[in-house]
C-alpha cells in the first residue's frame, strides 16, 4: 500500500511561487508508476496539474504548462511541484496521488494553499 | 479536450433507496477509461470504480459501474448513511491526461 503525505507552505503571496513536496511510503518512487499532482479550489471540483515518471518524464495539464514544474528526488523517495506567477485562483488544496489502471488509487490527505499577500 | 458532464447536480435520497448518477463526455472515451469516486468533507477522493465498471479494492458491491463510448453511470444499491458524499467521475485521455466532472452530491432526504 502506497502512503502519500504532501507538506510545504500553506500561505503564498501573490506572484510568488507555490512549492510543494509529497512524500512516498511503502514503495520506491523508481517503481513502474507515475506520480501526481491534482488540486481543487475551495468548494470546487478537481483538477489534474501533472505527472512525472522517475525517469524524470513529466506531462502537464495544457492550462497550467506554462507555470508548472513536476521534479522527483529519488534519494529521498519523493517528487515535488513547483507554481510560479500564483494568483487567488490558485488557492486550493494540493493533493498528490498515484495511478493504477489509469485511474487514482492512492492519495495523500491534501495541503491546503492560500495564496494572499 | 474531452469534457465530462455530471447530472444531476444534487440528488436526494434516503437510505436504502437506490442511487443512479450519470456522466456524460463529449467524445467517446478511449478503452472505457473511466473512473468514479467518493469524496466526504474534508477528506481526499476516493477511489470507487476504475475501467468503468471494476471496482477498486475493497469497494462493497453496492456499489457499481456501466456504460461505454460517452455514456456511464455509477449505481449504489441500498444506500447507507456512509455513502451520502459528492462523486466525481473521472476519464483518462491524451491531453489533458485526466479530467474530471463537476460532481454530484448525494444529500439524504
Known amino acids: 500500500q502506497v502512503q502519500l503525505q504532501e507538506s510545504g507552505p500553506g500561505l503564498v503571496k501573490p506572484s510568488g511561487t507555490l512549492s510543494l513536496t509529497c512524500a512516498v511510503s511503502g514503495d520506491s518512487i523508481t517503481s513502474h508508476r507515475w506520480w501526481t499532482w491534482v488540486r481543487q479550489p475551495p468548494g470546487k471540483g478537481l483538477e489534474w496539474i501533472g505527472e512525472i515518471y522517475h525517469s524524470g518524464s513529466t506531462n502537464y495539464n495544457p492550462s497550467l504548462k506554462s507555470r508548472v514544474t513536476i521534479s522527483v528526488d529519488k534519494p529521498r523517495n519523493q517528487f515535488s511541484l513547483r507554481l510560479t506567477s500564483v494568483t487567488a485562483a490558485d488557492t486550493a488544496v494540493y493533493y498528490c496521488a498515484n495511478p493504477s489502471e489509469m485511474a487514482l488509487l492512492w492519495w495523500g490527505q491534501g495541503i491546503l494553499v492560500t495564496v494572499s499577500s | 479536450e474531452i469534457v465530462l458532464t455530471q447530472s444531476p447536480g444534487t440528488l436526494s435520497l434516503s437510505p436504502g433507496e437506490t442511487a443512479t448518477l450519470s456522466c456524460r463526455a463529449s467524445?467517446?472515451?478511449?478503452?472505457?477509461?473511466l473512473a468514479w469516486y467518493q469524496q466526504k468533507p474534508g477528506q481526499a477522493p476516493r477511489l470507487l470504480i476504475y475501467g468503468a465498471s471494476s471496482r477498486a479494492t475493497g469497494i462493497p458491491d453496492r456499489f457499481s459501474g456501466s456504460g461505454s463510448g460517452t455514456d456511464f453511470s455509477l449505481t449504489i444499491s441500498r444506500l447507507e448513511p456512509e455513502d451520502f458524499a459528492v462523486y466525481y467521475c473521472q476519464q483518462y485521455d491524451s491531453s489533458p491526461l485526466y479530467s474530471f466532472g463537476q460532481g454530484t452530491k448525494l444529500e439524504i432526504k
Open positions: 467524445q467517446s472515451v478511449s478503452n472505457n477509461y
